[in-house]
T-cell receptor
Framework: GEDVEQSLFLSVREGDSSVINCTYT??????LYWYKQEPGAGLQLLTY?????DMKQDQRLTVLLNKKDKHLSLRIADTQTGDSAIYFC???????????????FGSGTQLTVLP | DGGITQSPKYLFRKEGQNVTLSCEQN?????MYWYRQDPGQGLRLIYY???????QKGDIAEGYSVSREKKESFPLTVTSAQKNPTAFYLC????????????FGQGTRLTVV
């Protein structure tokens, strides 16, 4: 089946850039998403990218997609303490058999921002 | 305000008991989902429903049951057959389609005592 992988932990200093990486196996992936989860809360959509794009920028967030290598990254510029959270990569493939596909999530990366 | 409401936020269950987690949405979304989250394992899909009165098993449906009698509601029952039910449960909804993202509730933490 499809698989999405992320490293579990990342620590950065406040003000530095954070780069969270994700790899996926489903070559039919059409949309890829980044979600943020704060402690004890649900997931909040940060951004998404369509598979025919290489890059998407949204304020402090930059998403890079290398479709050939099936590699996705999220860069957070000027990382703040409020960015400390778990970040999930998720992919959605092409619809099959007339049923809408659900998202496949990675294990999440715990980002810790040090003062 | 539109959104997804999960209740309760914390739930304690004795071994051998069934418990039901509530999920209600007022976003007029057709699709609803239940995920289980364990530390370091990401989200695993339990059940999903694309339309009222229809639902499908996800990757880890054993020991769980659902119903979808109304568009707004998708309750999850954790039965005594679920051997390791302690986890954080997340409900989500979306408009079926290629681009639409899932919107999540705030989660229910279930602990077996």
């Amino acid at each position: 089946g499809e698989d999405v992988e992320q490293s579990l932990f990342l620590s950065v200093r406040e003000g530095d850039s954070s780069v969270i990486n994700c790899t996926y196996t489903d070559s039919s992936s059409t949309y890829l998403y980044w979600y943020k989860q704060e402690p004890g809360a649900g997931l909040q959509l940060l951004t998404y990218i369509f598979s025919n794009m290489d890059m998407k920028q949204d304020q402090r967030l930059t998403v890079l997609l290398n479709k050939k290598d099936k590699h996705l990254s999220l860069r957070i510029a000027d990382t703040q303490t409020g960015d400390s959270a778990i970040y999930f990569c998720a992919e959605k493939g092409a619809p099959t058999s007339g049923s809408a596909r659900q998202l496949t999530f990675g294990s999440g990366t715990q980002l810790t921002v040090l003062p | 305000d539109g959104g997804i409401t999960q209740s309760p936020k914390y739930l304690f269950r004795k071994e051998g008991q069934n418990v039901t987690l509530s999920c209600e949405q007022n976003l007029n979304h057709d699709a609803m989902y239940w995920y289980r989250q364990d530390p370091g394992q990401g989200l695993r899909l339990i059940y999903y429903s694309q339309i009222v009165n229809d639902f499908q098993k996800g990757d880890i449906a054993e020991g769980y049951s659902v119903s979808r009698e109304k568009k707004e509601s998708f309750p999850l029952t954790v039965t005594s057959a679920q051997k390791n039910p302690t986890a954080f449960y997340l409900c989500a909804s979306s408009i079926p389609g290629l681009r639409t993202e899932a919107f999540f509730g705030q989660g229910t933490r279930l602990t077996v005592v």
